[in-house]
């Protein structure tokens, strides 16, 4: 049987393991929980919920229901995968097979089933609380990673001189190779094993599930199979063996090693109770293999315990077989009654009442705020308004300063002249007098085409560092090369806004840019915050609300951030790309062909499946690890030169993505060789869309998933399986095994089997028999005897022979 | 003379259709049943107007092209520059009746003039510009939104403490309120008609009942004391013989010789007189 389990593991090395990889050679991902592996730095982050959970799941769907199949083959047979199949445990352990037992650390004394699940309930609940996932010790990256080292693949070499690989090979060596029977890593630390284990002791009272059972009735407390066990989940509970089902895995040794046929993987037994036979007598000593975990039978019921054995000190009293053994009976007896303290209950300790009441110190305290606040006040409100900026030398303000000049043009728009002064001398363009853009305009009332703004011209602003006059024309020419170039940069009037609009689906500047004050309003008051002196320490001298605005916003710009942060960046891409009847309109041209076709479904999910991803999460939660559109599709320069992916020069093309990922410090060796599959995830998933089932799926879907091979391969296996196990419960019956008595075959029977015997029967007839002729045929007795001794020769020999040497030490 | 108003508007609407269609039918002034309790003289003239049938043909015209306006749309693209917070309201709660239909924002065609009328909206009422006095001696104070008299102390009338903005003494803006207009005011009566009033409800009614004929002629009795071209710029902002006792509405010195001395009304003045367009460094001369 165990060469069969060893085949089994080394073939399911080959299946899922490099170099050969068979199943995940099927598709490309040799991570056995797919997607999701590569992810398992950031399984659990800010802004989770339980919709991301289920998002999870269902991109390892595969793997769900891989491990919904193992769990169902578990309840109806045993922990087969962990001990027939699984190349994480069972190639540790045959190679810890290699050893000799002296190089191996033990781990069976400890209490695996304690350790198991305290660390399971730390994997799976308190660091993903934190936020951590445990991944990183999973043998499932391991194994894997080892084989690939071995085989050529950077991957794996990468991983294992990683700190995180050089602890998990650590473990291997610690819990695998060097560990008693190799399945310590097994124990301990598999989640899989630790469900796996659950769902095993939960179906073994279930009367159709097979399990490692032992035969009480027939267990003599030899504890071979204790020692053979290779999960240590065998433990002797008052001389009788007990297999724990959290941890057993039907490896089938220990029936292979039983000498009694006590124990068997089987359904339930019918005669659960034990009926043991047993005389009060010890035939050797307790076993010094305790179990594993505190037996709570002797705690909890000394009496019980204590009458079972007064009982049988009572029997071995009345039998009185062996005096010798009274005494050590009497001993038996008292160690049975040790005294045993129940645990002791803590201690509560009764709570400090706070002191109710005002204290000085509080007194104090409010003082101090008070004067804290009052002073802050005081400095903050004495202030005078200074004369704000002036640089209107045309005097375009005297008459657009006024507010509410509005009307409603002849198309329902509404339009307004009002320009807010100071806003606009706060604004980024506050030093640019008004002619510098509006170029031609010079009489009233304003002809229309006077009044146009070209983007790209120079104003007469001199930018201080180098005297020059200050211009857009970069950003314009970078802009006009990009997949958005036919959108104006010049012609914008206050009118053209809606023609615009109608007549041109690519953006223009101002779709996204507009005359807004260095610092928008909505972040003044973090900002404020953060240099939170600007209004008391500036403000003392420069009192003016509209120099604060501008030098203020001009300097705090600099020091504390952008003014566009990422998420106001991607804010502002998806209100046109997330609009679906603005992108009806966009036609794409076919990169060939040059014809134009609207655009495809990816195009369309694009900001959808952007937002699903952990980029755009991360953002949403206000962390600044995330990435904005800008970040991959335009991420150097001037920001405007967005490219499709076709184009050699996009710094989404394909062979720019390492470098884009590894920008700005984000995923360093992204560019690095052996980052090839890291710089390709597909950003835009449209997976994750969870198109209709019945509409969309494809074949490729089938295909992508390592776990749906695994399956295609695993489940007629299973299916076999189990029509084959019920085929042999219902129909083929075990022989019983023959039982070897070391005591005298029927002596042993009768007395601790409870078997009723013929020759019991046989035997008052053959006694007289046996009296009568003593005396005058004495040759008669001999050839009996010798009979006798011949018939009892042939079984193994001890007490009985003890017996009939007395009868037979008189003959002569 | 005792109106039950509150028992049968019915029977006041029955008997103004009534009227209307003898209207309809023959241009002889009818007798109105609705007696105009608060002495409103637009009121009054309303129900006095007689309608004239050639008119009655162009009414009918308009009611029948009538262009809806508004919603406003708000276009994807934000203007450059920033103008205020919210866009302003198409439709004001508890306004005057002629916000109804002609909105607030209800100059349009003259491009030299609509912007700076259409601004003047915020604080001057439709009817101070463009009410047919007919020689009666109209005098103008500030009312809220809800029309009620906003007092001042100089002239009998009290102006409250509260100023809209955080502006030097210098530029204090005249407004009393934040939403307060100057309406015209007859013998201690508004002239202006409010939503609330029983005649604008009357006439909501009857306009929702009636057909396109009805409803030109209600037009055309509702304009017949408004006059299409309002006030000139320089009929109130000139220091002579100005439309505004801007004393009485509350000025002191020197916001009263801002108005009265008003640039820009004076420059526009010059740009309606003359063809040619004005340059803009004329605007001081």
Not at chain 1, 281 to 309: R, Y
Not at chain 1, 435 to 446: A, I, N, Q, V
Not at chain 1, 623 to 642: K, L, R, W
């Amino acid at each position: 049987m165990q060469k069969f389990r060893y085949a089994l593991i080394i073939l399911s090395c080959f299946m899922f393991l490099s170099p050969f990889l068979i199943i995940p050679t099927m598709l490309d991902s040799p991570d056995m929980c797919g997607k999701l592996c590569m992810r398992r730095f950031y399984l659990y982050f800010a802004s989770m919920t339980w919709d991301d959970v289920l998002q999870q799941m269902s991109v390892a769907s595969t793997g769900v229901m891989f491990m919904g199949l193992i769990l169902i083959t578990t309840l109806f047979f045993g922990r087969l995968w962990c001990g027939y199949l699984c190349p994480m445990g069972g190639l540790p352990e045959l190679v810890s097979r290699l050893f000799n037992d002296r190089m191996k650390i033990d781990y069976r004394p400890l209490p695996q089933t304690q350790i198991r699940y305290g660390y399971f309930a730390v994997y799976v609940i308190l660091m993903p609380s934190m936020g951590i996932s445990a991944c990183t010790l999973c043998n499932f990256i391991t194994i894997p990673r080892i084989f690939e080292a071995f085989s050529g693949g950077y991957r794996g070499f990468a991983f294992l001189v990683s700190s995180v690989g050089l602890v998990n090979l650590c473990l291997l060596f610690l819990l695998g190779f060097f560990a008693n029977k190799g399945r310590a890593y097994c124990q301990f630390m598999c989640p899989i094993g630790a469900i796996d284990g659950l769902v095993n002791r939960a179906g073994a009272h279930l009367p159709f599930s097979r399990r490692i059972r032992v035969q009480q009735e027939r267990c003599t407390g030899c504890k071979k199979c204790a020692q053979v066990c290779m999960t240590g989940s065998i433990e002797m509970k008052d001389g009788i063996a007990i297999v724990d089902q959290f941890s057993c895995m039907s490896c089938y040794d220990c029936v292979e090693s039983c000498e009694w046929g006590a124990i068997d993987w089987i359904t339930k037994p019918v005669n659960y109770d034990p009926v043991r036979k047993k005389k009060g007598v010890e035939f050797f000593p307790t076993p010094e293999w305790t179990a594993v975990h505190p037996d709570h039978a002797l705690l909890e019921k000394p009496v019980k315990l204590l009458g079972s054995m007064a009982r049988s000190a009572s029997f071995s009293k009345a039998t009185n077989v062996e005096g010798s053994n009274s005494q050590e009976s009497e001993k038996i007896e008292k160690s049975a009654v040790v005294e045993i303290e129940p645990p002791k209950k803590a201690v509560r300790k009764q709570s400090v009442e706070a002191e109710k009441g005002i204290s000085g110190r509080s007194i104090a305290q409010f003082i101090f705020i008070f004067l804290l606040t009052g002073s802050a006040l005081f400095f903050g409100v004495t202030q005078a308004n200074a004369a704000a900026r002036n640089i209107d030398p045309d005097g375009c303000l005297t008459c657009h300063a006024l507010t509410g000049l509005d009307y409603i043009d002849a198309d329902n728009v509404l339009r307004s002249a009002s320009i807010n002064e100071k806003h606009y001398y706060s604004s980024l363009h506050g030093s640019v007098p008004c002619l510098d853009c509006h170029r031609e305009t010079r009489s009233y009332p304003h002809k229309v085409e006077n009044t146009e703004v070209d983007c790209a011209a120079s104003c007469h602003v001199e930018e201080p560092s180098e005297g020059k006059a200050y211009d857009h024309q970069f950003v314009v020419d970078e802009f006009s090369d990009s997949i958005h170039g036919a959108g104006w940069s010049k012609g914008f009037t206050g009118g053209n806004r809606l023609e615009e609009i109608e007549t041109e689906a690519n953006p223009s500047c101002r779709w996204c840019h507009s005359n807004t004050l260095y610092i928008e309003e909505h972040k003044m008051a973090l900002f404020k915050t953060e240099m939170n002196h600007t209004d008391e320490a500036c403000g003392n001298c420069h009192q003016g609300e509209v120099w604060r605005g501008q030098f203020g916003g001009h300097i705090l710009r600099r020091l504390v951030g952008a003014r566009w942060d990422k998420q106001d960046t991607v804010d502002m891409c998806v209100e046109c790309h997330d609009n679906d009847e603005h992108l009806a309109d966009v036609k794409q041209k076919d990169a060939l062909s040059g014809e134009e076709h609207p655009v495809g479904k990816r195009y369309l999910g694009a900001a959808q499946s952007y937002a699903m991803t952990l980029h755009a999460r991360l953002l949403e939660a206000n962390v600044e690890e995330g990435a904005s559109c800008n970040d991959c599709h335009a991420p150097t320069g001037y920001h405007h030169g967005i490219h499709e992916d076709e184009k050699p020069e996009s710094p989404t093309h394909i062979d720019q993505l390492g470098k884009t990922c590894g920008a700005a410090g984000c995923h360093a060796y992204a560019g690095a060789k052996g980052g090839v599959r890291f710089s390709q995830t597909d950003m835009h998933d449209m997976s994750w869309l969870m198109p209709n089932p019945l509409e969309d799926w494809e074949i490729e879907d089938f295909r992508s998933s390592a776990w749906n091979w695994a399956a295609l391969v695993l489940i007629p296996l299973s299916v076999f399986f189990l029509i084959a196990s019920f085929y042999w419960s219902l129909f083929i019956k075990k022989k019983p095994k023959t039982i070897y008595s070391r005591w005298g075959g029927e002596k042993f029977k009768t007395m601790m089997l409870g078997m009723k015997n013929k020759a019991k029967k046989q035997a008052p007839k053959s006694a007289p028999k046996k009296s009568k002729p003593k005396p005058p045929p004495k040759a008669k007795p001999e050839p009996e005897s010798a009979e006798k001794k011949a018939d009892e020769n042939k079984e193994t020999p001890d007490m009985d022979k003890q017996k009939d040497n007395k009868p037979s030490g008189e003959q002569p | 003379m005792n109106m039950m108003f509150s028992s049968s508007y019915r029977c006041i609407f029955a008997l103004l259709t009534l009227a209307l269609c003898s209207i309809c039918i023959s241009p002889a002034q009818a007798e109105s049943p609705f007696k105009n309790p608060l002495g409103n003289p637009y009121i009054q003239d309303v129900i006095e107007a007689s309608v004239e049938s050639e008119k009655l043909e162009d009414a009918l015209k308009q009611i029948r092209d009538i262009k809806e306006i508004g919603p406003n749309k708000k276009l994807s693209i934000s203007p450059f520059h920033f103008r205020k917070q919210e866009d302003s309201d198409q439709k004001q709660e508890g306004g005057v009746l002629c916000m109804q239909c002609h909105l607030n924002l209800p100059h349009q065609e003259n491009e030299n003039l609509r912007t700076f009328l259409n601004m003047h909206t915020q604080f001057v009422d439709c009817l101070s510009c463009h009410y047919k006095d007919n020689d009666k001696s109209i005098h103008y104070a500030w009312f809220d939104e809800k029309l009620h008299l906003i007092s001042s102390k100089k002239g009998g009338l009290e102006i409250s403490s509260d100023k809209v903005g955080d502006e030097t003494e210098e530029n204090q803006s005249l407004i009393p309120e934040s939403k307060a207009k100057i309406h015209p005011v007859y013998r201690e009566n508004i002239v202006t008609l409010s939503l609330d009033d029983e005649f604008s409800k009357l006439l909501e009614q009857l306009w929702k009942s009636s057909n396109e004929e009805q409803k030109a002629g209600l037009k055309l009795r509702l304009h017949t004391p408004i006059k299409e071209k309002g006030l000139k710029c320089t009929d109130c902002h000139q220091d002579k013989q100005s439309q505004l006792d801007l004393e009485a509405l509350g000025a002191n010195s020197k916001q009263a010789f801002g108005i009265e001395n008003n640039v820009i009304a004076k420059f526009l003045e010059k740009a309606n007189k003359d063809d040619k367009r004005i340059r803009l460094q004329g605007l001081l001369e």
